[in-house]
């Protein structure tokens, strides 16, 4: 299941949707069709860390989804594509993200807790969530 969130400034009117959950993906994966799939759009660096663990591990399992990460000091959103790499119950790897802006590590943000985020665009504190969308795979 996924979620589509639309945020719309207020003073430019600039919109962005953020997508939270699977969208549209198998969550849980084996390496070769992670590595081989043309939805997943995998850092570079990310890819290279899963075929290192590859390497020394056979049974690993490869969870993606999109999370929504709100900056702590310039509280722009983004949305993520996160991927875990597990070998078992042993969880492997997990990205782990900057901000684009500032470059100060993101964090996982509650999304219905967030009453206002900073504009991308414009900068202003008007740039609030104004739809919901509901999305199934």
């Known amino acids: 299941m996924a979620h589509s969130y639309l ?14 959950g699977w969208r549209f993906m198998e969550h849980d994966q084996t390496v070769e069709s992670v590595l081989n799939s043309t939805q997943i759009k995998l850092h570079y660096k990310t890819r290279e860390k899963i ?7 056979h049974q690993l399992q490869v969870k993606t989804e999109y999370k929504i990460y709100r900056c ?7 949305d993520k594509l996160v991927v875990t790499v597990w070998n078992g119950e042993q969880r492997l790897h997990q990205t782990q993200f900057k901000c684009a802006n500032c470059r100060a590590r993101l964090k996982h943000t509650n999304i219905h807790r967030v009453k206002f985020a900073i504009c991308p665009k414009c900068k202003s504190k008007q ?3 104004s739809k919901v969308l509901m999305l199934w795979n």
Do not use: D, G, P, V
């Not at 945020?7 to 939270?20: D, G, M, T, V």
């Open 7 to 20: 945020f719309n400034c207020r003073r430019c009117k600039h919109s962005q949707q953020l997508y939270e």
């Open 72 to 78: 702590q000091t310039c509280l722009q959103l983004s």
């Open 127 to 129: 740039f609030e969530k």
């Open 51 to 57: 075929t290192s663990l590859a390497k020394t591990h």
